[in-house]
């Protein structure tokens, strides 16, 4: 397990909803809503970035560290279209605001390893704290108003980011893990959640419903799902390490052979490697290789980042991806030793 993300959705009264708000009413909560969280001090310092104003290479850092989504931070699209979105998160990135998405606000909580009572609470403490400020969209009989009607009710979504990779060696008993997270309420996503696929065979397990259940029971169905399918996972790679054990080797060996060596990796082809070295190091076949630092490489090695981590800045136009699959090899030879 590699973290989990508690997020809520909350919409302020007097305001119509995003999908209807005017640009002199975004602009006007934004400025609202700044003032609040500014005052709230989110990790000590809340660090505010206005979307209009940020350059495109930290819109992409900015999703690729889950603090914002693609519909908050698009790559494209005028100034104009994005007045009054903003995204505000503190130093250790435990908790973030998305302003003006798909609702006014987008709470966020996380935390690391398989804790969603602490991604909870972190993003509960927030929630009340700026209730005590705002007046939420509510009511008694439906609960929390939002722009979607999926997220009526607690307005929250509960996820947990899964990395499966001999499942995904498997395809048909990951099949069982996605029917039987759709049986129980839940759905299996990809790295980035909705709409988005599954790279370098890390999942989003997470809540489809959100009215006519409590919080508790939303994270309650995940500590009941989560740890069943991680079970699965560690029984198909006992299965692999016995029958196949050759193949399981080699196949770790030659992606990190591949990651030490090659000269140009496109983010997919060095996610996949990833997740095989991933894998390695937790069985045991790569001595010295963490698999701690190999899962935050999964973020570095994304566009954004690699640009940013190779030139320092933010403010320079996106590089084609032939420069960046250079400087993604780069920065991959680096870190594994060539």
Request: proline content about 4%; hydrophobic content about 40%; glycine content about 8%.
């Amino acid at each position: 397990m590699v973290s989990c993300r508690i997020r809520l959705a909350r919409n302020i009264e007097g305001f119509t909803f995003v999908s209807r708000l005017e640009s002199d009413q975004a602009t006007e909560l934004c400025d609202r809503l700044r003032d609040i969280l500014d005052e709230e001090a989110i990790d000590g310092e809340t660090i505010w970035v206005e979307i209009p104003d940020a350059p495109v290479v930290l819109r992409l850092c900015l999703r690729e560290r889950h603090l914002a989504s693609r519909d908050l931070a698009p790559s494209s699209g005028t100034p104009r279209e994005q007045l009054g979105r903003a995204v505000a998160f503190g130093e250790t990135e435990t908790t973030s605001v998305m302003v003006n998405e798909e609702d006014h606000l987008r709470l966020q909580g996380f935390s690391a390893g398989f804790d969603p009572d602490l991604a909870w609470q972190r993003v509960h403490d927030l929630d009340r704290a700026l209730e005590d400020k705002v007046e939420f969209s509510f009511t008694r009989k439906l609960g929390y108003l939002t722009g979607c009607p999926t997220n009526v009710g607690t307005g929250m979504r509960a996820s947990v980011m899964l990395h499966l990779p001999c499942l995904g060696m498997v395809r048909s008993e990951l099949e069982k893990v996605f029917a039987a997270a759709q049986r129980t309420g839940l759905a299996v996503r990809g790295m980035y959640g909705e709409g988005s696929r599954a790279a370098g065979d890390f999942y989003q397990v997470s809540n489809q419903v959100t009215l006519g259940r409590s919080e508790a029971q939303l994270i309650g169905d995940l500590k009941a799902l989560v740890p069943a399918v991680v079970q699965y996972e560690r029984r198909v790679r006992e299965l692999l390490q016995e029958e196949q054990p050759t193949a399981l080797r080699d196949r770790v060996m030659r992606s990190y052979g591949m990651l030490r060596t090659a000269r140009a990796m496109p983010t997919e082809v060095a996610l996949s490697h990833l997740s095989n070295v991933r894998l390695g190091a937790c069985i045991g076949l790569l001595e010295g290789v963490e698999y701690e630092p190999v899962t935050q490489l999964a973020v570095q090695i994304q566009k954004g980042h690699v640009q940013a981590l190779s030139e320092d800045r933010f403010d320079s136009p996106l590089l084609d991806a032939s420069e960046r699959d250079r400087l993604r090899a780069t920065i991959l030879r680096q870190r594994f030793g060539q």
